[in-house]
């Protein structure tokens, strides 16, 4: 598994280590600092160096490996050269099945990454599964946590448009199951929560279980552009989520399925369920001060 740490890797570790006939393997960038938090969470795992950019790290964090989950980390947008050689390689193993969590309508936008990343995948003939999720509830609570905290505002280029978020506990629940039942195997599988909201509609839900007014102001793609890297984020990560909110304002993220419901036997996490759950994250130094009474971790 690449990517243990994250909001999708750590409740599939917390999945996949509660079966027996499963060994879970983790290929981390930052090794000590993924280490240290999943050690304290898991106990023993084995844990091994990995770096998409340095191909010296692939022998040794691939060895003995028969299935690969991974996630593009955010911060690499050039496929051909940041993902290309890890593929190519991946090639020589005899690994039995690739997961790779890709996006909504990706199929449709041949600009965005994950589209580049599956068709390199599909070209080497690698046996693949594609999850496609919706974006992520856990944006609101990582990407735009700071606008939300010190202002009230929810500063996304999200348009008129409708957004399917999915919660990704519910992505890695998935994730669980295709990486441990045949079936799945060659599948490219949508995946969405269990309605289509606007940013208006994600403002008032969050308004009502936090008790804080929050506001939508709706920037233009391109301010909202400027002023995240103003603020810091990668150029190349600016872009690719200015492209993905792009898509958003086309249109592109409408669409709700029942997947999510098909595979697990449950219906998917809604909004307000995510918002309650992260309340104490969104309220910040309030909740850690003891006004969130509720909050559940």
Do not use: C
């Amino acid at each position: 598994m690449i990517g243990g740490t994250g909001n999708i890797g750590l409740p599939l570790i917390a999945t996949l280590t509660q079966q027996a006939d499963v060994e879970v393997i983790v290929g981390a960038h930052h090794l000590a600092e993924a280490t240290t938090t999943l050690l304290a969470k898991f106990g023993y795992l084995d844990i091994r160096r990995f770096d998409f950019l340095d191909p010296s790290t692939f022998p040794g964090a691939l060895k003995g490996i028969d299935k690969i989950f991974f996630v593009r980390p955010p911060q690499l947008g050039k496929p051909k050269t940041d993902m290309w050689p890890f593929l190519t390689y991946v090639k020589t193993q005899n690994i039995q099945q690739v997961v790779f969590v890709s996006l909504l309508g990706v199929a449709k936008n041949p600009m965005t990454p994950h589209h580049k990343i599956e068709k390199m995948i599909e070209k080497l003939g690698l046996p693949y599964t594609f999850i496609r999720p919706s974006f992520f509830m856990q944006n609101l609570s990582s990407t735009h946590l700071a606008d939300i905290q010190q202002h009230h505002d929810l500063f996304i280029p999200g348009g008129h448009a409708q957004t399917s978020f999915i919660d990704t506990r519910d992505i890695s629940a998935v994730a669980a199951k295709v990486l441990t039942r045949a079936k799945y195997l060659g599948q490219k599988i949508d995946i969405t929560g269990p309605a289509a909201l606007t940013y208006t509609q994600v403002a008032a839900i969050l308004t009502r279980v936090l008790g804080e007014k929050i506001t939508y102001s709706q920037p233009g793609l391109l301010k909202f552009r400027r002023t995240m890297i103003h603020r810091g984020m990668p150029k190349a990560f600016a872009n690719v989520l200015t492209m993905l909110y792009f898509i958003t304002q086309m249109g592109n993220a409408t669409e709700v399925n029942d997947n999510v419901a098909a595979i697990l036997g449950r219906p998917p996490i809604d909004l307000a369920t995510f918002v309650q759950d992260y309340r104490g994250i969104f309220l910040g130094e309030k909740a850690r001060a003891g006004v969130d009474a509720d909050y559940k971790k």
